[in-house]
């Protein structure tokens, strides 16, 4: 089955740094672009970060001006740069594709990796 793999999750004090990254198993093409998204317990999957195909970006506002979403040299897939870490940035974090109507794509979701901020 072809999915994103991602890494780089763990538990990073508030005001810390993390960088994610994440990986296709196998070929997956995306015509738009694609995008981290996160889940918190209770809460719905959400995009929080986009990178389209033709270079630019777009964070919620939730992230804006503390994450950075980029394309990794020679690899098929994205990283996650992420600063000032707070307590509600807790989630499960996954890439996927971006799908021009916003919804959630079906396919391709990986197992995510867990980003837990606490003292």
């Known amino acids: 089955q072809v999915q994103f793999v991602e890494s780089g999750g763990g538990l990073v004090q508030p005001g810390g740094s993390l960088r994610l990254s994440c990986e296709a198993s196998?070929?997956?093409?995306?015509?738009?672009?694609m995008g981290w998204y996160r889940q918190s317990p209770g809460k719905q999957r959400e995009l929080v970060a986009a990178?389209?195909?033709?270079?630019?970006?777009n964070y919620d506002n939730s992230v804006k001006g503390r994450f950075t979403a980029f394309r990794e040299y020679g690899k098929f897939g994205m990283s996650l740069q992420m600063t000032s870490l707070k307590p509600d940035d807790t989630a499960v974090y996954f890439c996927?594709?971006?799908?021009?109507?916003?919804?959630?794509?079906?396919?391709?979701w990986g197992q995510g990796t867990q980003v837990t901020v606490s003292s």
């Open positions: 990178r389209f195909n033709n270079g630019t970006t």
């Open positions: 196998g070929g997956i093409f995306s015509r738009y672009g």
């Open positions: 996927n594709v971006i799908l021009p109507s916003g919804h959630l794509p079906t396919n391709y």
